[in-house]
Nanobody, 114 residues
Framework: QVQLMESGGGLVQAGGSLRLSCAAS????????MGWYRQAPGKQRELVAE???????KYADSVKGRFTISIDNDKKTADLQMNSLKPEDTALYYC????????WGQGTQVTVSS
């Protein structure tokens, strides 16, 4: 019912930056919660960041101060600005939306080399 499409992943060196974007097939402002999760090989999917109505944000301790989730009002996307990237940030990053049910994008790969 709700389609999510991630973009912006890639290969960067440690200390570099990437900006991920998530576009939804419905009005992004109608979505209750949007967020980003990640899953590394051999590990479970974990919450990276969420943004709630009113702009309230939540971050995993491991990314606080380095990552910022926001809504781009012009592009109508949920973006994740990732700075000071570390090799341990390497994972497949998934966009997540909660609106009635729970929805996931297909993921975009982020690889950070040391």
């Amino acid at each position: 019912q709700v389609q999510l499409m991630e973009s912006g992943g890639g290969l960067v060196q440690a200390g570099g930056s990437l900006r991920l974007s998530c576009a939804a097939s419905i009005n992004i402002f109608s979505i209750n919660v949007m967020g980003w999760y990640r899953q590394a090989p051999g590990k479970q999917r974990e919450l990276v960041a969420e943004i709630l109505g009113g702009g309230i944000t939540k971050y995993a301790d491991s990314v606080k101060g380095r990552f910022t989730i926001s809504i781009d009002n012009d592009k109508k996307t949920a973006d994740l600005q990732m700075n000071s990237l570390k090799p341990e940030d390497t994972a497949l990053y998934y966009c997540h939306a909660r609106v009635g049910g729970y929805y996931w994008g297909q993921g975009t790969q982020v690889t950070v080399s040391s």
